[in-house]
């Protein structure tokens, strides 16, 4: 291996959707992390590994840092605030279109004693006029000593490689930590039950506040060569049942068809995909169903 290889773990925080998960998989180049609109999507620390001739970035994308509103959020936010002092390069993330917010200076404040090099990465320029980019840049310059601040659009690609070479020359010479075609640190399993739970919070929209979990309850290969996959979608109220079902069973349908085809593609091969709907009362505020649904209890 090249001497002068460099890695080292670079964290993405944010207020919730900045388009932290956006950027992981355009950088990454393939889906680890769920997308949504809904604020709240990501809830584990997700690791994105890029692999370059002589470089390994190790991303880590964590759940929004926000005030919390419940056990669950108390375990979100330690999570996103625990990563701040383990790594080499923090990428702050904003929406240019919503701009400075409490909830920024809610997070500028607890990187004041941070050792870390933070760049302000300035996420959906594609939505806003450049005049009003000058005028953010402005502003954010003034309310902490960031190392550098980068516009960009993760969904579009502008500015990413820009971004990914100055990350590259910020990190240390260290080892190889994954294996090159490594693209995350996650098993399979997290990965499948967080793109069936992307399909039921993008198809309910609104209808469904963020109180879905979800379980895989078995994985196995078939004679057939498919892989059977039966997975339980848990919300927290009665009423949310009926909707997650849907008329005759139509949406858990079309939830289970748009999740098999993105397992699919992650697992290279045919998926039958079982789903159930499960009510568990107030689970995010429950220890015991937190811990169950992987939420480990010694960090909320």
Same mark, same amino acid.
């Given at each position: 291996?090249?001497t002068?290889f460099?890695?080292g773990f670079i964290? /993405?925080?944010?207020r919730?959707?900045?388009g *932290?998960?956006?950027f !992981?998989? @355009?950088?990454?180049?393939?889906k680890i992390?769920?997308?949504?609109?809904?604020a709240q999507?990501?809830?584990?620390?997700?690791q994105g590994? =890029?692999?370059e001739d002589?470089?390994?970035m /190790? &991303?880590?994308?964590t759940?929004?840092?926000?005030?919390?509103?419940?056990?669950?959020g108390?375990?979100?936010v330690k999570?996103?605030?625990?990563?701040l002092n383990e790594v $080499?390069?923090? =990428? &702050?993330?904003?929406n240019?279109?919503?701009g400075y917010?409490a909830g920024d200076?809610? /997070?500028?404040?607890r990187l004041e004693h /941070?050792?870390?090099p933070?760049f302000?990465?300035?996420?959906?320029i594609?939505?806003?006029?450049?005049?009003?980019? &000058?005028l =953010?840049?402005?502003?954010?310059k003034?309310?902490?000593p960031?190392?550098?601040?980068?516009?960009?659009s993760a969904?579009?690609?502008?500015n990413?490689d820009?971004?990914l070479?100055?990350l590259?020359?910020q !990190?240390?010479?260290?080892p190889q930590y994954y294996?090159?075609?490594q693209?995350?640190d996650?098993?399979e @399993? &997290?990965?499948?039950s967080e793109?069936? @739970?992307?399909?039921?919070?993008? !198809?309910?929209r609104e209808?469904?506040?963020?109180?879905?979990a979800?379980?895989?309850?078995k994985?196995? *290969?078939?004679?057939e060569?498919k892989v059977?996959?039966?997975a339980s979608i848990?919300?927290?109220?009665?009423?949310q049942k009926?909707?997650?079902?849907? *008329?005759q069973g139509?949406?858990?349908?079309?939830?289970?068809?748009?999740?098999?085809?993105?397992?699919e593609?992650l697992?290279g091969?045919?998926?039958?995909?079982? =789903?159930w709907?499960?009510?568990?009362?107030?689970w @995010?505020?429950? $220890?015991r169903y937190?811990?169950?649904?992987?939420?480990?209890?010694?960090?909320?």
């Open positions: 291996m090249d002068n460099k890695s964290t /993405i925080i944010g919730p959707n900045v *932290k998960s956006t !992981l998989n @355009r950088v990454i180049g393939q992390a769920i997308m949504s609109d809904k999507t990501t809830r584990n620390t997700i590994v =890029l692999t002589n470089a390994q /190790i &991303f880590i994308d759940p929004g840092i926000h005030k919390p509103k419940h056990k669950l108390d375990f979100m999570l996103a605030e625990n990563t $080499d390069a923090i =990428l &702050f993330m904003i240019a279109k919503e917010g200076q809610y /997070i500028i404040d /941070i050792k870390s933070v302000l990465i300035i996420n959906k594609d939505q806003i006029h450049p005049d009003e980019l &000058f =953010l840049i402005t502003k954010y003034d309310k902490y960031f190392a550098e601040i980068i516009p960009i969904l579009e690609g502008n990413v820009h971004l070479s100055v590259k020359d !990190l240390p010479e260290g294996p090159e075609d693209v995350t996650h098993p @399993r &997290f990965i499948i793109l069936i @739970r992307e399909k039921a919070l993008q !198809l309910t209808e469904i506040p963020h109180s879905v979800v379980v895989i309850d994985i196995e *290969k078939n004679t060569e059977l996959i039966q848990i919300i927290e109220r009665k009423s009926g909707i997650i079902i849907g *008329k139509t949406m858990l349908k079309k939830i289970g068809s748009q999740a098999r085809r993105d397992i593609r697992l091969t045919k998926v039958y995909l079982e =789903l709907v499960k009510v568990q009362k107030d @995010r505020n429950s $220890d937190l811990q169950e649904f992987g939420f480990s209890k010694s960090e909320y």
